[in-house]
């Protein structure tokens, strides 16, 4: 029996390394007649799973020093380059022709459920960040037109938040941090524009910051299990799982509110003018007029609202933080994308059904050969003379183009043009004159904001 077990393990693995064998010498005769070239490669200590360089980006994680980790690498390897992520071959990309190519020209060839699905189920659900097909297609036609009726009319309750933000702030230049009040702001202008009902979270942060602690941390979780991949089952934290319950029930409050004033409008004979508009104001209430499905409606807001309060907050908070300091996708079909390959990433990318392309859009945009040498520089000028295309895409591109782009878009500048008018000075005082990051879904400025605005 001993022999026969020894014999069987001894066959299971020659077959598995015949098959990867034959699977390399396919994959590498499709690449060459294709005229494919192999870009530069990641040398692993470990081949078989790629441990060496996933225990690299933990330590770089914990040392809060990720993002400049990704730039070495980046630095050292070129715009694309090869790596095995836990057993999958992944494409770390900054080519913004490879970013064209993968979110135009082959956009049905890639896709994120793979990637996101099972990882961020339990807080965005079936939303259209994590999901491809037919459910991103109706989930995507579903806000197109819900986002174009509540925007336009969503003008006049930002200004009112943004007056109440201002009067909250010193004038007299003490200290005070920006970034958990512009939480609070986005937080009241988010909430209204989607649910209609804003938290008060200026006027009353008693709810609030116990829902922005809890929706942090539902980000942080995800984002982790995300990094974990095929180990996301080592991430056992009942705080996030509660965390993700506080968000999931306060956007179920609100859909089950949405869809009793759709049947309440539907059954009334005569609707006033007023109920008319406050229905024309919340988006929750224009998507219940397409679908009355409870999941999608929940999972559709909750992908709305992460990506419009992040935006708008970090984008925000960066800006400040430099103002003070300056006073003057996983593959879905086989592809050859045309560039990306061989040394100088101008020879045409072979990717697999089940590769992964990530990229790293941090670095991308704070490419030198692109952005000239001071790309790391604080220097707003730069957009006199520079007019980028795909090297520069904070919102995506192509079909997954952010729907509420336009939104952040207005929130920022609003905000910005407002504080910059309402004071005569802006001084940064945060003794750590450097940016420093905190992980989130995306990352955010681990101190804060501390300035002193003098009016």
């Known amino acids: 029996m001993t022999n026969l077990t020894l014999l069987l393990l ?13 699977r390399r010498i396919i994959r ?15 040398h692993h200590k470990d081949p078989i799973f790629g441990f060496d360089l996933f225990v690299k980006y933990m330590d770089a994680l914990k040392a809060e020093n990720f993002l400049d980790f990704n730039k070495q690498m980046f630095d050292k390897f070129g715009k694309t380059f090869e790596t095995n992520v836990l057993g999958t071959r992944t494409y770390r990309t900054i080519d913004p022709e490879v970013n064209k190519a993968v979110f135009i020209t082959y956009a049905t060839r890639f896709g994120l459920q793979p990637l996101r699905y099972e990882v961020a189920k339990h807080l965005w659900g079936n939303g259209i960040i994590v999901v491809d097909g037919e459910h991103w297609k109706h989930g ?29 702030l ?136 992460s990506p419009a309060h992040d935006g708008a907050t970090i984008t925000l908070t960066n800006a400040m933080f430099h103002i003070a300091r300056h006073p003057a996708r996983q593959c879905l079909k086989t592809t050859i994308l045309p560039c990306g390959g061989g040394v100088d990433g101008k020879s045409p990318l072979y990717v697999e059904k089940g590769d992964n392309l990530e990229f790293n859009y941090r670095t991308m945009m704070r490419d030198k050969t692109f952005w000239g040498e001071d790309a790391d520089d604080f220097v707003p000028e730069r957009w006199e003379r520079i007019r980028p295309t795909w090297e520069y895409t904070p919102f995506g591109g192509g079909p997954r183009i952010c729907p509420g782009q336009r939104l952040v878009f207005t929130e920022t500048v609003y905000v910005l043009v407002t504080l910059l008018r309402s004071f005569e000075k802006v001084e940064n005082r945060d003794p750590v004159w450097e940016w420093k990051e905190e992980m989130r879904m995306t990352f955010q400025s681990k101190n804060g904001c501390l300035v002193g605005l003098i009016a």
Not at 10 to 22: D, H, K
Not at 28 to 42: D, L
Not at 274 to 288: I, Y
Request: aromatic share 8%; net charge positive.
């Open 10 to 22: 001894t066959g299971l693995v020659a077959f598995v390394l015949l098959r990867n064998v034959y």
């Open 28 to 42: 590498r005769n499709r690449a060459r007649r294709n005229g494919c070239v192999a870009p530069p490669r990641y």
């Open 140 to 168: 995507r036609a579903l806000m197109r037109g819900s986002f174009e009726v509540v925007h336009l009319a969503n003008f006049d309750r930002l200004r009112a938040h943004v007056d109440v933000f201002i009067n909250l």
């Open 170 to 305: 010193p004038k007299d230049g003490s200290t005070v941090d920006l970034m958990p009040l512009f939480q609070r702001l986005i937080l009241d202008t988010s909430s209204e524009f989607i649910f209609g009902e804003a938290m008060s979270a200026l006027e009353d942060p008693s709810f609030s910051t116990g829902f922005t602690e809890a929706f942090a941390y539902a980000q942080k979780g995800t984002a982790i299990q995300s990094m974990l991949k095929k180990l996301k089952v080592l991430h056992r934290d009942e705080k996030w799982w509660q965390a993700c319950k506080t968000i999931t029930d306060y956007a179920d409050r609100h859909v089950e509110k949405a869809l009793q004033r759709l049947s309440e409008r539907e059954s009334s004979e005569k609707i006033d003018s007023d109920s008319k508009l406050q229905s024309r104001l919340r988006l929750v209430d224009e998507m219940a007029k397409d679908t009355q499905d409870r999941l999608t409606l929940h999972s559709h807001i909750i992908s709305v609202f």
